[in-house]
């Protein structure tokens, strides 16, 4: 696998001194591990971004701080709301020969019969999963071939997912990563555009107000 490198820098700066690096193109982050001293940091954001588009928060990189580089993961990054683009990342330093957990996402690939030649409608019920492996065995990805479902019995689990020799796949077996629904029958399109209208005296505290009769109506003048 092709190692990606990533340039960082020691950092000084903190608090609302932050925002003036940022408008220099940089972005905070922080270093830290098991038995790692919390060491800040800033990257170039283009770089971080070219980086992160390769690598995601699954995949070992190389952080190189002062001519050292540093095996980690991209383990959690914050957008700037206003903007979305990275406004902080955290790097986790790995230890190579201890294993990590880490949540792997599924490719979906190829084309369901069961939606494409009889009209069902394609159910994901998830969109990763998380495995426990070495960091160099960690897989970027795993694709779900939807060309599988042919019928509308045919299901994929978590347990249909193949995977090379060390890395531990965690979940029930069993779950459902995907299957297809049938379509809707007419009767079915039809109640669900019925309106209902509920009576709003069912409701508790919602009293129903009655029109008044002529001798009441006298009353109150």
Do not use: W
């Not at 922080?30 to 690598?55: C, F, T």
């Not at 965690?170 to 297809?180: N, Q, R, T």
């Amino acid at each position: 696998m092709e190692k990606i490198i990533l340039k960082v820098a020691k950092r000084e700066v903190v608090g609302k001194k932050l925002r003036k690096i940022r408008k220099e193109g940089l972005v905070p982050a922080v270093l830290y591990g098991h038995g790692v001293k919390n060491e800040n940091l800033s990257v170039n954001y283009l770089d971080l971004k070219r980086v992160y588009g390769k690598a995601g928060e699954n995949a070992i990189i190389e952080i190189e701080v002062d001519g050292k580089k540093i095996p980690v993961l991209i383990c959690d990054t914050q957008m700037d709301p206003m903007n979305g683009n990275f406004s902080h990342v955290d790097f986790l330093q790995v230890n190579m020969k201890e294993t990590v957990e880490a949540e792997i996402p599924l490719e979906f690939i190829g084309e369901s019969v069961a939606v494409k030649a009889n009209g069902g409608i394609l159910v994901k019920n998830m969109d990763k999963i998380e495995v426990k492996c070495l960091p160099a065995d960690l897989p970027s990805k795993f694709e779900v071939d939807l060309s599988k479902l042919v019928t509308f019995d045919d299901q994929i689990t978590i347990g249909d997912i193949k995977t090379l020799a060390g890395v531990e796949i965690f979940g029930d077996k069993e779950a459902v990563i995907v299957l297809v629904a049938r379509p809707r029958s007419e009767e079915e399109m039809a109640r669900l555009d019925e309106k209902v209208e509920a009576d709003v005296t069912k409701v508790e505290g919602v009293v129903k107000e009655v029109p008044a009769t002529e001798g009441e109506k006298k009353e109150k003048k």
